[in-house]
């Protein structure tokens, strides 16, 4: 498959995916949904064609977005300076509806940053140097593309949602990964993180896919805190990978 047929095919099945979760319904304790691949589209689809120019060894999965990340770029763990400057995204972004006053939509003028994603990708870009070299057998994407808040703007993650309410999502979710994970030829997916680990490993069950894990790089985790880069980094020669 060509390099642009491998892009078509991906931001395809993220379009299905977007519409998928825009059908579902989530309740209270949720009282804002933001899906990025409907308002920051312009971001997601510039990140896709920037990203992927052929088939991709090693795939890092996180969570969901974060609100000064992804939400803000619609580029996964997409800290606004290092989606613009390093990996070289820049859209229009227009805003979720509702949105909740304390979580603005501001896109690429957001002045807030996502320590995860500067902690990730400001990774990425002192290992490999540039975006073009780490994108040379290397992709980064989120398992859910929803951000979900409580009504005091707290921010609530896909595992803390009911059974009835993560089901049909997981399973938007799961048919992607799998489709995309195919369609990349990926060898390694590495879970940023047990929740994006553990999704992975059941949504590709089956296929010849090795897996791995990261510690995630929020500032809730103490870990994390005294040194992301340098305990990423000894995880990641432990597996071998390529480039690491």
């Avoid at 049909?168 to 680990?197: K, N, Q, S």
Wanted: glycine share 8%; proline share 8%; charged share 25%.
């Amino acid at each position: 498959m060509g390099a642009s047929s491998i892009a078509e095919k991906v931001i395809a099945s993220a379009r299905t995916l977007s519409a998928k979760v825009d059908s579902l319904k989530f309740a209270e304790p949720t009282a804002y949904v933001y899906n990025p691949l409907d308002y920051a589209w312009a971001g997601h689809e510039a990140y896709l064609r920037r990203s992927i120019s052929g088939p991709r060894k090693t795939v890092f999965l996180g969570m969901n977005p974060g609100p000064w990340g992804m939400a803000q770029t619609g580029v996964p763990f997409g800290e606004v300076e290092l989606a613009r400057d390093w990996i070289g995204v820049s859209a229009e972004i227009s805003k979720p509806e509702p949105e909740h006053p304390k979580r603005p939509i501001v896109g690429f003028d957001c002045e807030k940053s996502e320590v995860s994603g500067r902690r990730l990708w400001g990774y990425f870009r002192d290992k490999f140097g540039t975006a073009e070299a780490f994108f040379s057998d290397r992709w980064v994407a989120n398992y859910c593309p929803i951000v979900f808040m409580e009504d005091s703007s707290r921010n609530r993650t896909p595992d803390k949602l009911p059974v009835s309410e993560s089901g049909p999502l997981y399973a938007a979710c799961d048919a992607h990964l799998r489709e995309v994970i195919t369609l990349l030829e990926a060898e390694w997916v590495i879970g940023v993180g047990v929740f994006a680990e553990t999704r992975a490993k059941a949504a590709l069950s089956g296929l010849p896919i090795k897996f791995g894990r990261v510690l995630h790089p929020s500032p809730a985790s103490p870990v994390a805190n005294r040194g992301w880069a340098p305990a990423a980094e000894k995880q990641l020669k432990a597996l071998a990978l390529d480039g690491f």
